[in-house]
């Protein structure tokens, strides 16, 4: 097996989601985290994780057991093939953990950066050599969701991207090759404009926070689901294809374009989302919403297994 041995830098539930996703490919982990609570909590989520991962088919030839918890995160790399970076989205803290590992490293081994908020380019510099560090950016919970994100740029080694992709393939991902360096990466992005538009609605009183959310999980959310939305509007316009449906709709988009809102998190704004959250949760707790969440996410996937 390719890449036989990882490590995990941080086992928050980032980290902890890839420990238990690693560990059910069959590979073995070795984890870091300062938190003196760190083998019992992330023990635990391995334990909650697992039968959702047994039903996507994905525990075949894992072993739950087969992680070691280490007091330096340059222990915890020794002997590592792959690395998974998930400490703090801080800068210093980014910089000092690469400093930390650095000279632990194997000569061929990768390290990927889960960070969200931080670029590349910004964490190189941590590095006396970045040529093999890349962005790998998953989505939230990594054991569920299988898009990552990788990014190399002119520092990183031929070869390195690819080799991090296979290995993302081959514990269940799927990547995509971000080819430019933009702050957020991509799925962010189209998140974050989304819910823009989301908050616009509700400040603007248009819709109630519970309605806009079922807005998106009723209606677009179950297309995009299954593709993405220019290869779904190809899909509208029937025969014509994207050509017909821009022809047809360019006016209409140009509209509503010039019109979405613009918005800011302000105090305001917060609780007023809080609340409406509040309110569609109906007095669920965060541990039932998880699961929820979850009992749906792997429904999803084993409804879509094999048609990809």
């Known amino acids: 097996m390719e890449f036989q041995h990882t490590a995990c830098l941080g086992g928050g539930v980032i980290g902890a989601s890839w420990a238990a996703l690693f560990l059910a490919s069959g590979r073995s982990v070795a984890l870091f985290d300062p938190d003196p609570e760190v083998e019992r909590k992330v023990r635990s989520y391995i334990d909650t994780a697992w039968p959702a991962m047994t039903e996507l088919g994905l525990t075949r030839n894992g072993a739950p057991d087969a992680i070691t ?28 953990t690469f400093a930390q590992i650095e000279p632990a490293l194997a000569p061929d081994a990768i390290v990927a950066s889960s960070a969200s908020g931080l670029t590349l380019s910004q964490m190189q510099p941590g590095w006396t050599d970045p040529s093999r560090f890349v962005l790998g950016h998953p989505f939230n919970p990594p054991h569920l969701i299988p ?66 959310d079922k807005a998106v999980w009723a209606g677009p959310g179950l297309r995009w689901a299954a593709m993405g939305p220019t290869m779904l509007f190809n899909l509208g316009a029937g025969e014509g294809g994207l050509q017909a449906f821009c022809d047809h ?24 989302l809080v609340q409406g959250v509040k309110s569609e949760a109906g007095g669920m707790s965060t541990a039932e919403l998880a699961q929820t969440r979850d009992a749906l996410i792997v429904a999803m996937q084993k409804s879509m297994s094999g048609l990809r």
Do not use: C
Request: no cysteine; glycine share 6%; net charge negative.
């Open 147 to 212: 898009l990552v994100e990788v990014l190399g740029n002119e520092q990183t080694e031929d070869g390195v991207v690819a080799a991090a992709q296979r290995f993302y393939k081959a514990v269940g991902k799927t990547t995509i090759r971000v080819q430019k360096e933009v702050p957020g990466h991509v799925a962010n992005r189209l998140q974050a404009a989304i819910w823009r538009e989301a908050v616009s609605l509700i400040m603007s009183g248009v819709a109630s926070v519970e309605d806009v």
């Open 249 to 272: 709709f360019t006016e209409t988009f140009n509209g509503w374009w010039d019109d979405l809102g613009q918005v800011h998190l302000t105090d305001e704004v917060t609780q007023t």
């Open 69 to 96: 918890f280490h007091t330096s995160a340059a222990s915890a790399v020794e002997g590592a093939a792959f690395v998974q970076e998930n400490v703090p989205e801080r800068l210093p803290i980014k910089h000092a």
